[in-house]
């Protein structure tokens, strides 16, 4: 595998199928933001002839690249699929966003892969989202491998490059090429374990290599050759090695291939300048597996009853997946689909089934549809396919109600795919639309969003009548108003966001509320007398009746009631609903004519309000708990951070190795946007969560900015 000829193979603009599950390779790629993957994706679809020529991320002329946001922002937003064939192996290339804002992207990615080449610059290290990342691959026992790329780049560092790899990923690291740099650019790669040199400026291969890169020669395949014995099948073979018996080079081979395969060793190559292409496609042909030894999704039922029997067989029930959605005005509805089991063709009916994300805006959906046309994708080109068989990935057009997560499955077997995990959106952005025009079109554009979206959450908060959008990060926040526009012709602005605060009285009292009206005819009469005083905080609202002698005849006792608590929605001085304040009816007046329901309930109103202006009146702000995740280098900051924003820290815990949970109590208004916040501080490794704890009085000095 590590060291075998290339052969390009794939026509451009034709579209490649496979026929058989063992013929195609899912690879996901995975980096941060400007570490080189949509660019070794150009030089791996140029290297096998799938493009004439590689494009430049800086010109906007890459094949993933293809959105208008992506190219104004020179950096991925979306995930794009990147089909080439090698060796008469399909590959499907999953390029992923490596901002933190377009997590749900990167995770339908991993979804959809069986494989995972994480890309990291030879200039700048490996990142902590990487980190994570990586980890989250090792839990689900996803294959990786490492590309360290740019090593053409003036300021590369293999050696310190490689060194922060196997810090951060761990055992199991190591490199199968060692390059050779030469007048400021890349000269070629030596095979560590054949030891042979790969001269690209030539094209040639010698058997010898520079005899000043010896000694990290022979430091790196030493550990490369223990690495892959540790990981063999045969038990005897460490004890041969070390013995000083020479082990053949096809036997180190087999082993790496089928170490690589289960995830128990990862490859280091490298690439820059057009060096690494063929070594990387031999890796992803020979090394990953194939989407038959990659284990199934969990399947359930509609009803949820586990399904074991499926497996990843073109002749086998249909069960595939929307891993993404992307909607036009003018082509419609398009869905990425990964196919589990079974074979999908064009024009067939299937169900589509949605459950388990109804607090992302998703509510369940199970219904038939039939499929449109079946699409190889290359960027923003489709290329007709007859079907796609299990293994594969495939675009799928006129699904009207398929979303992203969907499953879809035979219409006389309904089956159900557990939705993978995604983040909760944390930043709350409030909108609305620029005109009527714009109000008209907005629910639309909006539904659309969300369908394409699961990291969006919207809420139409009924207390601040406000429009929010529940966003990953400003850059997320930012792409889906500018689809807003440009997408969907829907014009918005931001707007402040409201905290829903309530309102409460800092005393007891009694209060009158007279609504005495002589009009000539019918008129109004009710006379309470109240007593209001606050309750403990969560008390809630409790109403007494002490009416003694029927004062306030007994049907109108209940109106009394109505009208107070219509005023504490209302609020009484901000406009906030009133909680926690127990209200006893002692006393009253009525008559016998003017006397009705609507008198008492405004008399009852205007009682309230009486009070309210005995005694103080007191707002109240939301309080949450905030349990947040951090590396253990941070926790120092995020307490302090804390503490700044009137939070109590309550505690700290560990959790797994090097990371530290802090569990503190936080206002509402000073945690908005602490998903910005909280990435600043932790570089991007920091995530939180947050849950409503109860309400608590606001502090003298806000009261005059809220209620402003």
Known sequence: ?????????????????????????????????????????????????????????????????????????????????????????KVNLLDTPGYADFVGDLRAGLRAADAALFVVPATDGVDGLTRMLWEECAAVGMPRAVV???????????????????????????????????????????GLLTQRFYDYATGSRTENAPGEYQEQIDQYRGDLIEGIIQESEDETLMDRYLAGEEIGLDVLLSDLEKAVARGGFHPVLTTGGGV???????????????PPEHPMPEITTIDGKPVTDIACDPDGPLVAEVVKTTSDPYVGRISLVRIFSGTLRPDATVHVSGHGL???????????????????????HQRPVPKAVAGDIVAVAKLARAETGDTLSDKDRPLLMTAWSMPDPLLPVAIQARSKADEDKLGQALGRLVAEDPTLRLENNPETKQLVLWCMGEAHA?????????????????????????????????????????????????????????????????????????????????????????QMER?????????????????????????????????????????????????????????????????????SDLSSRRGRVLGTEPVGTGRTLVRAEVPQLEVTRYAIDLRSMSHGTGTFRRSFLRYEPLPSHLVDKVTA
């Open 276 to 290: 690494g292409m063929a070594e990387v496609l031999q890796l992803v042909t020979q090394g990953f597996p194939a």
């Open 478 to 566: 930012d792409v889906l108003l500018d689809r807003l526009s440009k997408r969907h012709g829907v014009e918005v602005e931001k707007v402040e966001l409201r905290v829903p605060l309530r309102e409460t009285l800092g005393g007891k009292c009694q209060a009158v509320g007279r609504n005495v009206k002589q009009t000539g005819g019918h008129g109004q009469y009710a006379v309470c007398h109240l007593e209001v005083e606050p309750l403990p905080s969560g008390g809630g609202f409790e109403f007494v009746d002490k009416i003694v002698g029927g004062v306030v005849p007994r049907q109108f006792i209940p109106s009394v009631e109505k009208g107070v608590r219509t």
């Open 148 to 190: 360290i790329s740019k090593i053409d780049h003036q300021r590369a560092d293999f050696d310190e490059a490689l060194t922060a790899c196997q810090d951060a990923f761990g055992d199991g690291v190591a490199p199968l090429f060692l390059p050779v740099v030469a007048d400021g650019g890349v000269r070629g790669l030596i």
């Open 1 to 89: 595998m590590a060291e075998k000829s290339s052969g390009a193979a794939g026509a451009a603009g034709r579209a490649p199928a496979a026929d058989r599950p063992d013929m195609v390779r899912n690879v996901v790629l995975v980096g941060h933001s400007g570490a080189g993957k949509t660019t070794l994706v150009e030089s791996l679809l140029a290297a096998t002839g799938t493009i004439q020529r590689p494009g430049r991320v800086e010109d906007g002329t890459t094949v993933s690249d293809f959105d208008e946001v992506e190219v104004r922002q020179q950096r991925s937003v979306n995930l794009t699929v990147a089909p080439l064939v090698h060796n008469g192996i």
């Open 571 to 639: 609020g009484v001085l901000a406009g906030y609903p009133m909680v926690d304040i127990r209200v006893t009816l002692y006393d009253g007046k009525a008559h016998s004519v003017d006397s009705s329901d609507m008198a008492f309930q405004i008399a009852g109103a205007l009682a309230l309000k009486e009070a309210a202006a005995k005694v103080p009146v007191l707002l109240l702000e939301p309080v949450d708990e905030v349990c947040v995740l951090v590396s253990d280098d941070h926790v120092g900051a995020v307490m």
């Open 358 to 380: 109804a607090d992302h805006g998703h509510e369940d959906h199970d219904v038939d549809e039939r499929v449109g046309a079946l699409s190889c994708p290359l960027g923003k």
